[in-house]
C-alpha cells in the first residue's frame, strides 16, 4: 500500500510517502530564511510560498520513491490546528488530487501526527502516555489505541517552543531559536542560575511563560555577557519542569510506553534527561527520531495508514473554506 502525507500548517511545506509501512520519501521545503528576519512567522508569506512549492515537492517525492501518481492507493492531509491560510493550500492540493486520481483523501490532525511518527517501526503496548512539544502546542495525550488521542494536559500560556524562540531572540540568535539555544548550552553552566519552575499542583497542565519572563528581567538586568549560562539554566529549567508533568501523568497512568514528538523533542539534552528518568521508572520511553519531529508529511502518511486500518471513512472532496475574519 502506498501513502502520500501532505503538511502545511506552518512555515514547512511537506510531502512524505510511505510505502509497504515504510518510509520512502519524506521531503521538506523550509521558509526559514523567508521568516527569520520578521522574527516569527508571517502568515500571509507561509501560505503563498507553500503554493509556490507544494507540487514541485510532490513531484520530486514520486522520483525520489521512484513510483508514479497512479501508484498512490490514498491520501492523508494535515486540516487542523494551523495557520488557516497555509493548512487551506495543503489540503487543496490533496483533494484535487485525489479527485483527480479517484482515491480517498483523510483529514489528519497536525498534533496527532506528531505522535504518529513514534510508531514507525516500532511495537507500541496501549494504553500508552504522549507528549508533543512543538512551536505553537504543548500537549499530553493518553493513547488508547494508535488513532485514539484523550488530552489530559495542556500548557495553559505559552509552547514550550515557543518559549525557546523568545528567549533565542533576547540572546540575539536567529529564529527560530530553539536549536541555537541548545548550541550555545552546551558551552554554558546549567548551574550558574536559578530561573523559577513553574508547577502547576493537582493538575497535568504545564506553563512556561515564568521562565520566560525570569529569563528577560535577568538580561534586563546584567545583558548578555554570559549568554551560554543563560541558554544553559533556562534549557535546565524547562526540562525539569516538562519531567515533573511527566511523573505526575505515570504516577496518574499505568502505562508501558511514553512517546514524545514536535520540533522540541530534537533537542538532545532534553532527550537524555526523558530517557534517564523514564529508564528509572521503568517506562520505555518512545522518542521521535530527529528527523521526524519537525513538521513533515512523513508523520501524516504515518498516522494516515492507521487511519485506514482503523477503518475509518474519509473525507468528503471540499476544499476548506475559511472565513476572512
Ligand atoms: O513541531 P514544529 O516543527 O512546529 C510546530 O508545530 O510548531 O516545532 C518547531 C519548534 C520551534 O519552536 C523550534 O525552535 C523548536 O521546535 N526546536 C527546538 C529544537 N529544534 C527545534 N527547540 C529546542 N531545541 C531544539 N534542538
Ligand atoms: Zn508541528
Redesign the pocket.
Known sequence: MVILGIET??D?TSVGILKNSQLVANLIASQENLHSHFGGIVPEIASRAHLEKIAILFNCALKKAGISSEEIDAIGVTNEPGLKGSLMIGVSFATGLAYALKKPVYHVN?LHA?LAACYLNQNISFPALGLII????TNLYLLRNHTNFHLIGKTRDD?C??V??KV?RMLNLQF????H??KLAQKGDEKKLKFPVAYIKNSLDFSFSGIKTAVYYYILKNGIKNAADIAASFQKAITDSIIMKINDAINMFEVKNFLFG???I???Y?RKKITEHLSKKGVRPVICPPDL???NGGKVAILTSYIISAGKKPSPYKILVYPTK
Open positions: 500548517s506552518c514547512e497536525h506528531h512543538s512551536g505553537g502546542h509552547a517552543g515557543e525557546f524562540d533565542g527560530p531559536g530553539g536549536m539555544v541548545e514536535g520540533g522540541v530534537r533537542n538532545e532534553l519531529c519537525t513538521d
